[in-house]
């Protein structure tokens, strides 16, 4: 049996329009919040195999998404090549910061391999529990996102330390993005070597950028990893998601080489299908706010994504991730409505 999303990723006709959510495993879901008590960190989580399996599933068990997403976080990367990661109750994540540095540390890319081999256990178990209508999708989070993390040493509000870090010295930002590059692209590939069907780079800070700068930091690094992965496995589709990218969204789906592009709210579902589609397949792109409402509003937001995508090859998914407090009976009424939905041809 053939795989929905896969044969969307691949722009073949499908009567129904595949969907998965972002954070579709998460807090959210009470079976998710009981495994979380049982370690005392969510990196405990993400490195163990077991754990991050059961969790990868638990959204799959219960809404029958077309695509199950691998249960880690971006931060893996920075934290696998010696970058110190932690995450605070209630806080996020904090790391070391870079922008407090003048140099570069010395990353060892050589023992990021312990760390990742945890992550393709899970994958792997994962795909061994998946059956054959379900693709799994690995990710990583792409250099300019990741970095953002590693330069602030967290979540910011505005990342005006990133830019300020890129532009004091882009001989050290350059050298600080080959080495993402380097390790994404080796984990990427480890995951699809561990059974991912098809692969999504999260890039959710790239709306934060100035114009100058996208290029140098999301087109040019993306390419890169595009080139490399595909290269090596040329039929493993990788799905881009340069959030909040406005206008740049059309350079993006012209000159990564990414098979499809995942879009904010903040685009027009008509505009993304007359000029996005034309380069990429269109993943997206309902606002999460919605799915907190439900009901008709739900309902109707819902209704108006599938309609403008009638006619293109669409995956159906948020604008960004589900939030903590979307209530269940939500994500149920939304996939009864997604499944439902007969497309155009
Ligand atoms: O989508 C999925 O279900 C797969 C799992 C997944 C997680 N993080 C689990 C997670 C994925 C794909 C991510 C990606 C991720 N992580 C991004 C890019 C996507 C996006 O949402 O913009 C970013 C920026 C991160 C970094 C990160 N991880 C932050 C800022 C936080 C803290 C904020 C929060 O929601 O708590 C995390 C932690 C995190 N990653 C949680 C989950 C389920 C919550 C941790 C907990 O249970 O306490």
Redesign the pocket.
Known sequence: MSKLLLDVLNRKKTKRVPFWL??????YLEEYRKL?QTTKS?FDLVYTPKLAAEITLQPIQRFDMDAA???????VVPHAIGHEVG?VEGE??KLDALFEKKRLPDYNLKQASKKFDLVYETVRRVRGNLDDRHSLIG?A?SPW?VATYMIEGG?SKDHVRSRSWVLEDMQRFSALLEVLVEATVEYLLGQVNAGADALQL?D?WAGALPDSLFDICVIEPTKEIVRRVKAEKPDTPIIGFP?ASGSRYLDYARLTGVDAVSIDASVSPEWAAEKLSPHVVIQGNLDPAALVVGGSVLENEIDRTLKAFRHVPHIFNLG??IVPYVPVENVRALSVQVKNFRRAG
């Open positions: 972002m954070r579709q495993a998460g807090r979380r969510f997403i691998l249960f880690s976080d971006i931060l995450f996020g994540p990710f989070g996102t979540g999260f959710t959030r960004h991730g």
